[in-house]
């Protein structure tokens, strides 16, 4: 649900923070008072386009912020939040921030993370449903119906089914694809991937040789420098006739006499035979060292060979040996599925046969569960539009089918379109061709009030519901939103008293002028300010007018 709404420098508003509830909210207020920029906000901050000339005179930006209790949201969020790398939600609360400036930047976050406006929109679409004449309208799109009647019948999981056969159908074309090519083409693929097969599994490559390769390589290769090296060290330490061993022997003598001298200097003799010690230890490894160095010229040419082998199959099929070795299993499999083309052809052609059957099926079937559905939903829907003042409207759905599995969609082998005939004689028509917002309005809030248990949108907004809209009629809207908000968050932006009255929360929007400038503000009536707003909206605020008012609440 959304928890709150803070709205800076938009319109009319300075600074409004909008605190709501769960349940029905509605929202009222004098024409011109600044409802509409409620729902202005809600859409910046939902990732449509942004009308600077909205930007309040005198200010350099505008934001919007919002914040949804997403707890109950069934939509994946976390793993698009996780996929697009956003901030992870904290304490089930989603956080959306827009700004934009008169200069033309254009900002947008998600939990504090810096995003494009698509992600934004895509996020906003999961979590509100307007209604009214905005472009939060999913009920519009073919494909949002045939979810819809999906939903209604709990045919989810068939549809899951069809969708995983037309994913194995465009496996295989695409196996067969890979293998229909002309001979040209052919012949060049079978000797492309011979070529590569033989050239790695000739190499005979092991992993393990990576690191050890290259080691043994620049030892071999520096071998006479290594060895002149080593001799060069031994010559100092013990070879040179002033070699370390040789003063060492001297100093030794010395420090001896010093001892006898002075008992105190015996720990200066301990350590200069540990010196002396280790520099025994090393002509001992310098000796071996040098009697290991290998300058074998053979052996360099077969080293330098392999080095350059590994590099070059490198370059050409992974970064590492491993990567080399999985191409070459990966080519060594296209090479046989090649080679043996007709037979694979033959095999694939026999299951995609087999599995286009399986489709048709499944999506004849599926076809046959929808249709069965669409009387029940017509009804249901065309009950509450009699309630809503289409006294003799109808509600149909139009489904075709196709029978050719080429044409297969996603979603099955159907094509739906919600259509509405609001007066007697007129033939239906499809509910994005009606020109009324207000008749569009009702047929929404009608299909809401069926499938509100099934709709996963958390948030429902409805404005203008009321256009044309009178008597009996108005209760029954109330009754309608009152009803859909047992099971979502329902905002509506109202003109009528009925419609008001039945919500559980009530705001008003008025306007005031503060130090020569129009603001537009909102506050949360109480049960008494609640009756003085119910009986400004009946037409007054005395007498007959607040009693009613008082019936109304009651």
Not at 136 to 146: A, D, G, K, V
Not at 153 to 170: E, P, S, V
Not at 191 to 205: H, N, S
Not at 309 to 319: A, C, E
Request: charged share 25%.
């Amino acid at each position: 649900m959304l928890e709150s709404l803070r709205i800076r420098n938009l319109a009319l508003v300075t600074d409004l923070t909008l605190e709501l509830g769960a349940g029905y909210n509605a929202i009222s207020g004098e024409t011109g008072a600044g409802k509409s920029i409620l729902i202005g906000a809600l859409n910046l901050v939902l990732g449509e386009r942004a009308d600077r000339t909205l930007i309040r005179a005198e200010a350099d930006q505008c934001t919007v912020e919002a914040v949804f209790d997403i707890a109950e949201l069934k939509a994946p969020l976390a793993k698009y939040i996780e996929e697009h790398g956003l901030e992870p939600c904290e304490d089930k609360r989603l956080l959306l921030k827009r700004t934009f400036t008169a200069t033309g930047s254009n900002r947008q976050f998600v939990n504090g993370s810096a995003t494009t406006l698509a992600v934004l929109k895509e996020i906003g679409e999961w979590l509100v449903d307007m209604h009214g004449p905005h472009d939060h309208q999913s009920l519009l799109h073919p494909t949002r119906q045939l979810t819809i009647l999906d939903a209604f019948g709990g045919l989810q999981n068939q549809c899951n089914d069809f969708t995983a056969l037309l994913q194995q159908r465009t496996e295989i074309e695409q196996a067969k694809a890979d293998l229909v090519v002309d001979e040209a083409t052919y012949a060049q693929q079978l000797d492309l991937l011979r070529f590569q097969v033989k050239e790695i599994t000739d190499a005979a490559l092991d992993p393990k040789e990576e690191e050890s390769l290259e080691s043994d390589y620049q030892r071999s290769s520096n071998g006479a420098r290594l060895l002149e090296l080593c001799q060069g060290a031994l010559q100092i330490v013990s070879e040179n006739e002033d070699s370390l061993l040789d003063r060492s022997g001297d100093l030794g003598r010395i420090l001896a006499d010093l001892e006898k001298v002075d008992g105190c200097a015996s720990n200066l003799v301990e350590l200069h035979e540990e010196a002396r010690a280790n520099l025994q230890e090393l002509q001992t490894a310098l000796t071996s060292y040098a009697d290991h160095v290998d300058i074998d010229p053979a052996q360099l040419v077969a080293l330098e060979e392999r080095v350059n082998l590994v590099q070059s199959l490198k370059r050409k099929y992974g970064d590492t040996i491993e990567a080399v070795n999985t191409f070459g299993e990966e080519a060594a499999q296209k090479l046989a599925a090649l080679e043996d083309r007709d037979e694979e052809l033959a095999r694939l052609n026999d299951e995609l046969e087999k599995l286009e059957a399986k489709l048709m099926q499944t999506g004849q079937k599926l076809s046959a569960q929808r249709q069965k559905l669409i009387p029940k939903l017509s009804q249901a829907v065309t009950e509450h539009l009699n309630d809503l003042g289409f006294a003799q409207s109808q509600l149909d759905v139009a489904l075709s089918s196709t029978d050719n599995p080429a044409e297969a969609k996603s979603m099955g082998l159907d094509t739906v379109e919600f259509q509405f005939a609001p007066n007697p004689g007129e033939p239906a028509r499809p509910l994005r061709a009606i020109a009324s917002s207000g008749e569009l309005a009702r047929v929404m809030l009608a299909l809401k009030t069926v499938l509100a248990a099934e709709d996963s949108i958390p948030v429902l907004i409805f404005d203008e519901v009321d256009a044309n809209v009178g008597g009996e009629t108005a209760h029954a809207v109330g009754e309608r939103m009152r009803q859909i908000a047992d099971q979502r968050q329902v905002l509506c932006i109202t003109h009528l008293a009925p419609v008001a009255a039945a919500a559980q929360t009530h705001y008003v929007v008025s306007k005031a002028v503060i130090d020569g400038r129009t603001e537009s503000n909102i506050k949360k009536l109480t049960d008494k300010n609640r009756v003085d707003e119910i009986a400004r909206m009946l037409g007054g605020k005395v007498g007959a007018a607040r009693q009613h008012a008082e019936e109304l609440l009651k």
